[in-house]
């Protein structure tokens, strides 16, 4: 079954990357023995003065989009611009977990899409991702939080997703580092088990895209900021704003006519639809992330704890990866902070006392822009071919592959698919968000 | 960690105080169309540069104030409103 999936797939996609940049294990083989090196990714080209889309920002969402526009829709003049470089935002600062547990059936729907894309990456996209589909199980360590978990676990079993609650005795069985004895100052009452949830390798899937949507002729530049977008005939007196049309924008390396651009930037989507008018319901916060040394293989699956604040996963290196809730004020500052360890490693030991002598390797953090009920802002705004795929939050990279695929879709049919239809930005203003913090957010 | 100057009680961790986000200016109740609620609910300017923003000292004074902040830098200056609407004395 796999097989003939991946065939059929391999099929579908084979005009995306082809000849000898093809990777095989055959081609591994002979570059092994001959020393000859790999072609480059992607290439390097002149930044033209007019394309048929632009996207701002490329990580996962905008090199997703790119790549979709021109497999699904066969739009290839499309430049994706980016101010650092490819994956160099949220996409590579994340702590690469996948899941579809969500809330909201709009949520489950629109994230298992996502996973289902997540399983064929590395067929489709001729790159090996890493996918490791080890299971993802969210702590309730109080009565309410088990609550919560049932709730989820019903709304998804209702739409077809593998998750259920278990007791301590289960969740000792799955992961036997877990301290799921009552003696604890937040005692394990139990666990929403995610079987299909895991970790993907994010750099592979940022760097996979490029290398696929570069392949079918989308041109990516790095070191390229966008520093005005222009719009004209908008209500405001600058022509921004409502009821104006983009016609292009400015860069760093100069200007550049379209009559398309998606803001698909985390941290900056604020600055970025300022530049054409647009207002957003974000602010922007740091979220900090650890990494330990290395050591052999003991943790099997994914463990979230929602009262504690923290996410840990084992990297195929035998690290483990720390994730927390976001800093509690808004700032653009990525610098890490004491506080942040000191929380983050009482919190680790109160899950696993047996990990005390782990050091920490080192932090970081990433930006994310929240929204005020957990889900982010996708498709048109009230200026015309001015598109929006932000407001991420903390589940931006999960969201990836459909989010691409979804825009590409909107981008090219001019309409907005059903699937994220309940993400709009007009939800603000006609009252009706789609509440996911209670499964979107870490600290609730 | 950040160190929040309260006018009160002078410098304190970020983790003693609540967090309350950019001032926005409440539309009048009696005029305010939806339109303007929401947009004062959710709509944010969400600036790289100087924010004015509310703070609330929950574990010192318990006072609301308003205080600018370089989003950047996470620099503090004075702003000409230290305390929320309707405390100042």
Same mark, same amino acid.
């Given at each position: ?6 065939? !059929? ?170 301290? !799921? ?45 966008? !520093? ?102 808004? !700032? ?113 | ?89």
């Amino acid at each position: 079954m796999t097989t003939m999936r991946m065939l !059929t797939t391999g099929i579908r996609r084979r005009s995306a990357v082809s000849g000898s940049a093809r990777y095989s294990a055959a081609g591994l083989i002979k570059r092994g023995i001959t020393g000859e090196s790999w072609p480059r990714a992607w290439r390097d080209h002149e930044l033209k003065s007019s394309y048929d889309v632009v996207i701002i920002g490329a990580g996962v969402h905008g090199l997703a989009a790119a790549y979709y526009l021109a497999a699904n829709h066969g739009i290839t003049n499309v430049a994706v611009l980016d101010k650092g470089y490819v994956g160099g935002g949220g996409s590579g600062r994340n702590t690469a977990i996948v899941r579809s547990n969500y809330l909201t059936p709009e949520g489950v729907a629109f994230y298992d899409r996502s996973l289902t894309l997540y399983n064929t990456m590395a067929g489709d996209l001729n790159i090996n991702v890493m996918f490791s589909e080890r299971g993802h199980l969210t702590l309730a360590h109080t009565d309410s939080a088990l609550r919560t978990m049932r709730w989820r676990a019903e709304v998804n079993k209702l739409q077809g997703i593998d998750s259920n609650v278990i007791g301590p005795d289960e969740i000792k069985a799955l992961t036997p580092s877990l301290d !799921t004895s009552a003696n604890t100052r937040y005692p394990i009452l139990g666990a929403l088990y995610h079987p299909p949830g895991g970790t993907i390798r994010h750099d592979a899937v940022n760097w996979g895209y490029a290398r696929a949507a570069n392949a079918l002729g989308v041109q990516i530049h790095q070191n390229t900021e966008v !520093t005005d977008i222009v719009v004209v005939g908008g209500e405001r007196e600058s022509g921004r704003g409502g009821g104006g049309r983009v016609t292009g924008v400015r860069t760093t390396r100069g200007d550049i006519a379209t009559p398309i651009v998606l803001n698909a930037t985390a941290g900056w989507a604020s600055l970025i639809a300022a530049m054409a008018g647009v207002r957003l319901p974000i602010t922007t916060h740091p979220l900090q992330a650890a990494v330990t040394e290395p050591v052999k293989v003991f943790l099997p699956t994914v463990v979230v704890s929602g009262s504690l604040h923290v996410y840990v996963s084992q990297t195929d290196r035998g690290e483990l990866v720390f994730g927390a809730s976001v800093d509690p004020f808004a !700032t653009y500052d990525m610098r890490g902070s004491l506080d942040f360890t000191e929380e983050l490693a009482g919190h680790v030991l109160e899950l696993m006392p047996g990990i005390s002598k782990m050091r920490l390797l080192r932090q970081w953090a990433g930006l994310c822009d929240m929204t005020p009920d957990y889900s982010p802002v996708m498709g048109f705004t009230p200026v015309e071919g001015f598109l929006s795929d932000v407001g991420w939050g903390t589940y931006g990279f999960k969201a990836g592959p459909v989010s691409g695929e979804q825009m590409a879709e909107c981008i090219a049919t001019g309409r907005t698919p059903k699937l994220i239809a309940p993400f709009a930005l007009e939800r603000f203003t006609a009252g009706q968000l789609v509440g996911e913090k209670g499964a979107a957010a870490v600290g609730h | 960690m950040l160190l929040v100057p309260c006018p009160h009680c002078g410098p304190r961790n970020a983790a003693d105080l609540r967090y309350l986000g950019e001032t926005t200016v409440r539309p009048d109740p009696s005029s305010a169309d939806p339109d303007a609620w929401r947009s004062y609910l959710y709509l944010r300017d969400n600036p790289a540069g100087w924010l004015t923003e509310t703070w609330y000292c929950r574990s010192g004074c318990r006072r609301y104030f308003t205080l600018e902040r370089h989003t950047v830098t996470n620099e503090f200056r004075q702003s000409p409103l230290p305390f929320a609407k309707g405390e100042r004395s």
